[in-house]
């Protein structure tokens, strides 16, 4: 093994287990390698943003037909406004686009999510239950039907929900309890794949002691 490759194994033994060393209690080495991986996240970044989006598609084209690509100045203008916001005095500057990027975005999203996440969502629960061809693909597209209807009908406050009408308001709970459950879980588990992970670079990489 050659000798950078050397240092950076130790390297990245050092940060791991500078990482993990916060499970004790809070200490420096843990703190250096938080603002260590913090600054190397943002030079990555940089770098990324740099020579994928700004070099293609401002510097180039702006470099191979400035005539023709006239319309890149504004964007470019609106970055270095943005960038003004480092100066005191003139941080006033960057509002203007900032609030242009909150609102084109606000708008560009709010088509996007109505288009996946309402439109799409409300065609998937207009299936025939019965298209399924074994039983419990019936059972499941029952209860898909059913636990949108009652997830939806739980946020109708516009009546005061008692009597029968709790029923449903109950169950649409219990349909969240069990999304919001699920998606806990997941989460659990990817995080617990980067433990495994870094067990496994420990263990592996660096003592040897599993193959």
Avoid at 64 to 82: E, Q, T
Wanted: with cysteine; proline share 3%.
């Amino acid at each position: 093994m050659s000798f950078f490759a050397t240092f950076g194994l130790w390297m990245a033994v050092f940060f791991t287990l500078s990482i993990f060393s916060f499970l004790y209690k809070d200490n420096p080495f843990y703190k250096l390698a938080e603002q260590v991986f913090v600054g190397l996240s943002a030079a990555y970044w940089l770098v990324y943003l740099f020579y994928s989006i700004m070099l293609p598609n401002l510097f180039n084209k702006l470099l191979s037909d400035f005539s023709g690509n006239l319309i890149l100045l504004v964007p470019a203008a609106l970055g270095l406004m943005m960038l003004i916001r480092l100066i005191p005095k003139a941080q006033w500057v960057s509002r203007y686009p900032i609030a242009i990027l909150i609102g084109t975005s606000a708008g560009i999203n709010m088509v996007r999510y109505a288009k996946s996440d309402l439109l799409s969502q409300i065609s998937a629960t207009m299936i025939n239950p019965f298209s399924a061809s074994n039983l419990s693909g019936i059972i499941g597209n029952f209860l898909l039907i059913i636990g949108t209807v009652c997830g939806v009908y739980f946020f109708y406050f516009s009546k005061k929900q008692d009597g029968f009408s709790t029923v449903p308001s109950k169950l649409g709970i219990w349909f969240l309890m069990v999304s919001f459950g699920a998606s806990f879980g997941y989460t659990v588990m990817a995080r617990i794949s980067l433990l495994i992970g870094r067990l496994e670079f420990l263990l592996k990489d660096w003592l040897h002691i599993i193959k």
